[in-house]
C-alpha cells in the first residue's frame, strides 16, 4: 500500500474518505493512516453527513411529493389515482434521455416504437414460457429472435455452420454472460475432467464477467488491453493453461468501444481445444450493418471457427424493451450444458433453458416485434445514422485540446485528458443536464451513441456544452467537484475492497424507504 499516496488522497477529497471511514473497523492499517491528527472529527463527520444527505436526496427525490408505503395500504388505491402517480413520475423521468442527454440506457425512444412495443407486451403480459401448452405463441417468438440473430452474426459463414447456431432468450447481457460462463464451467468438467475452472477474459470485458467467476467459483484470469484498447494477444496465450474453459473477447467492450482481436484470439483458443465467447451485447445490432456501410469491422462472429459462442443485447441496439437479451451457440450439444432439469421433483418433471423459472412472455412478444418491424433495412438506416453522428463527435472531440479520444472506436467514444480532471469535465457535463460514463483505468468519460443523438440539433449541443464544460474546468483549477472525487478515489487508492464496501452503502441507499 502506497501511503503517501494515500495521504495525498485523504488531504484532496476530505469528504469522501471520511464516508469510507465507517467501513474501516476492517482495515485497522488503513485506519490509522486516516485518523493522522490534523483532521477534525467534527469536520469528518459534517462533511459525511453532507455527502449522505446529497447521495440520499439525489436518489430518493420523491420522497416529500408522494406517500411512502410502508406497508400495504389498508385500502387499495383507486387506479386512477396509482396511475396518475406513475404518469407524474414518467413525465418527470423523460426529458433527459429524450432529448438526447443521455449516454446509452435508451437506445431507440421514438414515442411510436415505444407504444408499438408497450401493445405487443399488453396483448401477450399474461404469458409465460414456463407453460408451452398455455402459450405456444413465447416458442415462437423465442425461436425465431434466436434464428434470426444468430443469422444475423453468421451471414456469409457455410450453411453447415449456420444451420447448427441456437441459443436462448435471457433477460439481459448479464445473463447471457452468466449462463455461458456456467456452461462452459460445466461443459469443462464433463469433457475434460477440470475441477479448478478458469476463464481468460480482457480487463475491459463487461463486470458480468467477474459476477459470473464469483457466482460459479470459476477463477477469472485477466490480461491487460494494448495501447490501443485491444485484448493482449501475447498476454492471453501466457494466460491460457490446462484448466481454462473458455476466453472471452468483446466486440466492442463498454469502456472504449473497441473491439478485441477476435480472429487472432478465437483461433489461438480453437488451437488449445478451448471455447470462445464473443460478447456482442453492445455491438451485435450495430457491427453486422457498420460492415455493411463500409466502416472497418474486425471479424467477431460465427464466421470465424473458433467463436463457440454470442451474447447480443435485443434490449440495446435491437430496440427491445428492456428486459431481453440473446446467448447464441456454435451447437445444440454445448447448450445442452445450459439447460437444467429435476426429474423426481413432487410438483412434476421440470426443466427450465435459462436461471429464471417464470418469465415474461411479453417482453419476448415485444423483442421479437421489434426486430421482424425493423427488419435489415430498419437496423441498416439505424447503424447509418447513429455512425454518422458517432463520425462528426469523433471530429468534434479530437478538436478539442485538451481531449483525447482512446483508441479507434465506431460509436461508443471514450475520452480523456491528458491536462485536465476529466471527471470534473463530466461533472459541468452533469450540470448540464447529461448522463454520461465515468470510467477509470484510465480516467475517461464515455457516450455511447444511440438514436436520441441522431435528432436535430442533439450532437452539435452536445460539443458545445463539452466545449464549455472544458473551458470552465480549465477556468478554475482548483476547484473541487462533489462528485468527480469518487471516480479519482476508486482509481487511484490501494484499498479497493474500501471501495467495494462503500457501493454496497449505496446499494443500501437505493433500498432505503
Ligand atoms: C450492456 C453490456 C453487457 C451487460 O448487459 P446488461 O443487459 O446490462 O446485463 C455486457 N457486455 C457489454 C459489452 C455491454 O455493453
Given at each position: 500500500?502506497?501511503l503517501?499516496?494515500?495521504?495525498?488522497?485523504?488531504?484532496?477529497?476530505?469528504?469522501?474518505?471520511?464516508?469510507?471511514?465507517?467501513?474501516?473497523?476492517?482495515?485497522?492499517?488503513?485506519?490509522?493512516?486516516?485518523?493522522?491528527?490534523?483532521?477534525?472529527?467534527?469536520?469528518?463527520d459534517?462533511?459525511?453527513?453532507?455527502?449522505?444527505e446529497?447521495?440520499?436526496?439525489?436518489?430518493?427525490?420523491?420522497?416529500?411529493?408522494?406517500?411512502?408505503?410502508r406497508?400495504?395500504?389498508?385500502?387499495?388505491?383507486?387506479?386512477?389515482d396509482?396511475?396518475?402517480e406513475?404518469?407524474?413520475?414518467?413525465?418527470?423521468?423523460s426529458?433527459?434521455?429524450?432529448?438526447g442527454?443521455?449516454?446509452?440506457?435508451?437506445?431507440?425512444?421514438?414515442?411510436?416504437?415505444?407504444?408499438?412495443?408497450?401493445?405487443?407486451?399488453?396483448?401477450?403480459?399474461?404469458?409465460?414460457?414456463l407453460?408451452?401448452?398455455?402459450?405456444?405463441?413465447?416458442?415462437?417468438?423465442?425461436?425465431?429472435?434466436?434464428?434470426?440473430?444468430?443469422?444475423?452474426?453468421?451471414?456469409?459463414?457455410?450453411?453447415?455452420?449456420?444451420e447448427?447456431?441456437?441459443g436462448a432468450?435471457?433477460?439481459?447481457?448479464?445473463?447471457?454472460?452468466?449462463?455461458?460462463?456456467m456452461?462452459?464451467r460445466?461443459?469443462?468438467?464433463?469433457?475434460?475432467?477440470?475441477?479448478?475452472?478458469?476463464?481468460?477474459?480482457?480487463?475491459?470485458?463487461?463486470?458480468?464477467?467477474?459476477?459470473?467467476?464469483?457466482y460459479?467459483?470459476?477463477?477469472?484470469?485477466k490480461i491487460?488491453?494494448?495501447?490501443?484498447?485491444?485484448a493482449?494477444l501475447?498476454?492471453?496465450k501466457?494466460?491460457?493453461?490446462?484448466n481454462?474453459?473458455?476466453?472471452?473477447?468483446?466486440?466492442?467492450?463498454?469502456?472504449?468501444?473497441?473491439?478485441d482481436?477476435?480472429?487472432?484470439?478465437?483461433?489461438?483458443?480453437?488451437?488449445?481445444?478451448?471455447?470462445?465467447?464473443?460478447d456482442?451485447?453492445?455491438?451485435?445490432f450495430?457491427?453486422?450493418?457498420?460492415?455493411?456501410?463500409?466502416?472497418?469491422?474486425?471479424?467477431?462472429d460465427?464466421?470465424?471457427?473458433?467463436?463457440?459462442?454470442?451474447?447480443?443485447?435485443?434490449?440495446?441496439?435491437?430496440?427491445?424493451a428492456?428486459?431481453?437479451?440473446?446467448?447464441?451457440y456454435?451447437?445444440?450439444?454445448?447448450?445442452?450444458?445450459?439447460?437444467?432439469t429435476v426429474?423426481?421433483?413432487?410438483?412434476g418433471?421440470?426443466?427450465?433453458?435459462?436461471?429464471?423459472?417464470?418469465?415474461?412472455?411479453?417482453?419476448s412478444?415485444?423483442?421479437?416485434?421489434?426486430?421482424?418491424?425493423?427488419g435489415?433495412?430498419?437496423?441498416?438506416?439505424?447503424a447509418?445514422e447513429?455512425?454518422a453522428?458517432?463520425?462528426?463527435?469523433k471530429?468534434e472531440?479530437?478538436?478539442?485540446?485538451?481531449?483525447?479520444?482512446?483508441?479507434?472506436?465506431?460509436f461508443v467514444?471514450?475520452?480523456?485528458?491528458?491536462?485536465?480532471?476529466?471527471?470534473?469535465?463530466?461533472e459541468?457535463?452533469?450540470e448540464?443536464?447529461?448522463?454520461?460514463?465515468?470510467?477509470?483505468?484510465?480516467?475517461?468519460?464515455?457516450i455511447?451513441?444511440t438514436?436520441?443523438?441522431?435528432?436535430?440539433?442533439?450532437?452539435?449541443?452536445?460539443?458545445e456544452?463539452?466545449?464549455?464544460?472544458?473551458a470552465?474546468?480549465?477556468?478554475?483549477?482548483?476547484?473541487?467537484?462533489?462528485?468527480?472525487p469518487?471516480?479519482?478515489?476508486?482509481a487511484?487508492?490501494?484499498?479497493?475492497s474500501?471501495v467495494?464496501?462503500?457501493?454496497?452503502?449505496?446499494?443500501?441507499?437505493?433500498?432505503?424507504?
Open positions: 500500500m502506497n503517501d499516496a494515500l495521504q495525498e488522497y485523504r488531504k484532496k477529497y476530505p469528504g469522501l474518505f471520511n464516508l469510507l471511514e465507517k467501513t474501516l473497523d476492517r482495515y485497522p492499517r488503513l485506519d490509522a493512516v486516516l485518523k493522522t491528527p490534523g483532521v477534525v472529527k467534527a469536520e469528518i459534517a462533511q459525511r453527513k453532507q455527502v449522505l446529497v447521495i440520499g436526496a439525489e436518489m430518493k427525490p420523491y420522497r416529500e411529493q408522494y406517500e411512502t408505503f406497508e400495504l395500504p389498508a385500502k387499495g388505491r383507486s387506479r386512477e396509482v396511475l396518475a406513475l404518469e407524474e413520475m414518467r413525465a418527470q423521468e426529458g433527459s434521455w429524450k432529448e442527454f443521455v449516454s446509452g440506457a435508451v437506445y431507440h425512444g421514438d414515442k411510436t416504437h415505444i407504444d408499438y412495443l408497450n401493445e405487443a407486451y399488453n396483448l401477450h403480459s399474461q404469458s409465460n414460457p407453460h408451452t401448452d398455455l402459450w405456444p405463441s413465447v416458442s415462437k417468438f423465442e425461436s425465431e429472435i434466436i434464428s434470426m440473430t444468430a443469422r444475423m452474426l453468421s451471414e456469409g459463414a457455410p450453411e453447415s455452420v449456420r447448427n447456431l441456437c432468450v435471457s433477460s439481459g447481457g448479464t445473463e447471457s454472460i452468466m449462463l455461458a460462463m456452461t462452459y460445466d461443459m469443462a468438467e464433463a469433457e475434460r475432467g477440470i475441477t479448478s475452472p478458469e476463464m481468460v477474459a480482457p480487463v475491459t470485458a463487461h463486470a458480468a464477467f467477474d459476477k459470473a467467476a464469483h460459479f467459483k470459476i477463477k477469472l484470469r491487460p488491453v494494448d495501447a490501443d484498447y485491444r493482449d501475447r498476454a492471453m501466457k494466460a491460457i493453461n490446462k481454462t474453459v473458455v476466453v472471452v473477447g468483446s466486440a466492442p467492450a463498454f469502456p472504449h468501444g473497441i473491439v482481436p477476435i480472429e487472432e484470439m478465437s483461433n489461438y483458443a480453437l488451437k488449445r481445444g478451448i471455447p470462445f465467447h464473443t456482442a451485447c453492445l455491438g451485435g450495430v457491427l453486422p450493418f457498420a460492415r455493411k456501410l463500409g466502416y472497418p469491422v474486425p471479424a467477431f460465427f464466421n470465424l471457427p473458433g467463436v463457440t459462442s454470442i451474447s447480443v443485447d435485443t434490449h440495446k441496439y435491437g430496440y427491445a428492456k428486459g431481453t437479451s440473446v446467448i447464441l456454435r451447437n445444440p450439444e454445448i447448450r445442452h450444458y445450459q439447460f437444467f426429474t423426481n421433483w413432487p410438483g418433471m421440470y426443466f427450465s433453458p435459462t436461471f429464471a423459472g417464470s418469465r415474461p412472455g411479453g417482453l412478444a415485444a423483442g421479437w416485434a421489434s426486430l421482424v418491424h425493423t435489415e433495412e430498419g437496423y441498416l438506416e439505424a447509418r447513429i455512425l453522428v458517432a463520425d462528426y463527435m471530429v472531440i479530437a478538436k478539442i485540446p485538451e481531449l483525447r479520444i482512446l483508441g479507434d472506436p465506431l467514444i471514450a475520452f480523456a485528458s491528458d491536462t485536465l480532471d476529466i471527471y470534473r469535465v463530466m459541468r457535463m452533469t448540464k443536464g447529461y448522463s454520461l460514463n465515468g470510467l477509470h483505468r484510465p480516467a475517461c468519460v464515455h455511447a451513441i438514436l436520441r443523438h441522431t435528432k436535430e440539433g442533439v450532437k452539435e449541443r452536445f460539443i456544452d463539452l466545449k464549455s464544460a472544458v470552465d474546468v480549465k477556468a478554475n483549477p482548483s476547484e473541487t467537484g462533489s462528485t468527480a469518487i471516480y479519482g478515489l476508486a487511484s487508492i490501494p484499498v479497493r474500501v467495494g464496501d462503500l457501493l454496497k452503502t449505496y446499494m443500501d441507499a437505493y433500498y432505503k424507504l
